[in-house]
């Protein structure tokens, strides 16, 4: 069975603290991917990371890929009352089949 | 729409009596996936179409469970003699292309919330 667990489940910081987000499987995925989900919505996707050791930079996020393409961290830098949401990472698994496996998820809240 | 829609947004049903979702998926898109997601959790895998073919089920929790697409484009989950346990979200989310090509976004409609009394 692939499980994903995503550390912490829920956290609550002030504005301008820094914060990582972790997501960790003993299963090896061929990519992950990292949502956000704001109430009564679907989960945006943020980024995808396929290779690695991969780091993605997308503004004040950072992401990163294991080595062994089982964990990945998201990082947040001085996080802002809009970073507020869900965050959950997706492996994607496409041994014998092809689907996609979401974490336990992380609800961050950003005091302002 | 540009986007993945899901009707209806909100339903309730009495326990025993059968509902049916629907998922109107990106013109186009190949794969078309349905989640069920519990308050507060993160998504989990039911079943994923190729164009009209049902290639995964095995997330489906059981045999009142059902998922069609038909012609390859609209997808209806049913769910037949409903009990307290399905009451959940259900999301659907479709992306281009088909399995073998890696790296691909998946976009989610706004989910089906469902309550069972």
């Known amino acids: 069975t692939q499980l994903l667990e995503q550390s912490p489940q829920f956290l609550s910081i002030q504005e301008g603290e820094n914060l990582t987000v972790y997501c960790n499987s003993s299963?090896?995925?061929?990519?992950l991917q990292w949502y956000r989900q704001e109430p009564g919505e679907g989960p945006v996707l943020l980024v995808t990371?396929?290779?690695?050791?991969e780091v993605k930079k997308l503004k004040r996020l950072t992401f990163q890929f294991g080595d062994a393409r089982k964990d990945s961290s998201l990082h947040i830098t001085a996080a802002q009352p809009g970073d507020t949401g869900l965050y959950l990472c997706?492996?994607?698994?496409?041994?014998?089949?092809?689907?996609?496996?979401f974490g336990t998820g992380t609800r961050l809240k950003v005091l302002a | 729409g540009a986007g993945v829609s899901q009707s209806p947004r909100y339903k309730v049903a009495k326990r025993g009596q059968d509902v049916a979702l629907r998922c109107d998926p990106i013109?186009?898109?190949?794969?078309l996936f349905w989640y069920q997601q519990a308050l507060g959790q993160g998504p989990e895998f039911l079943t994923y179409?190729?164009?009209?073919?049902?290639?995964?089920k095995s997330g489906l929790p059981s045999d009142r469970f059902f998922a069609e697409r038909p012609e390859g484009s609209v997808s209806t989950l049913k769910i037949q003699r409903t009990q307290q346990e399905d009451s959940a979200v259900y999301l659907c989310?479709?992306?281009?292309?088909?399995?073998?090509?890696?790296?691909?976004?998946?976009?989610f409609g706004d989910g089906t919330r469902l309550s069972i009394l």
């Open positions: 989310a479709s992306s281009p292309y088909s399995t073998g090509i890696s790296n691909q976004p998946q976009h």
């Open positions: 179409f190729q164009n009209e073919a049902q290639l995964d």
């Open positions: 990371v396929v290779t690695g050791g």
């Open positions: 299963s090896v995925f061929s990519s």
């Open positions: 013109s186009g898109h190949v794969s």
């Open positions: 997706a492996g994607e698994w496409t041994s014998g089949t092809y689907k996609y496996i």
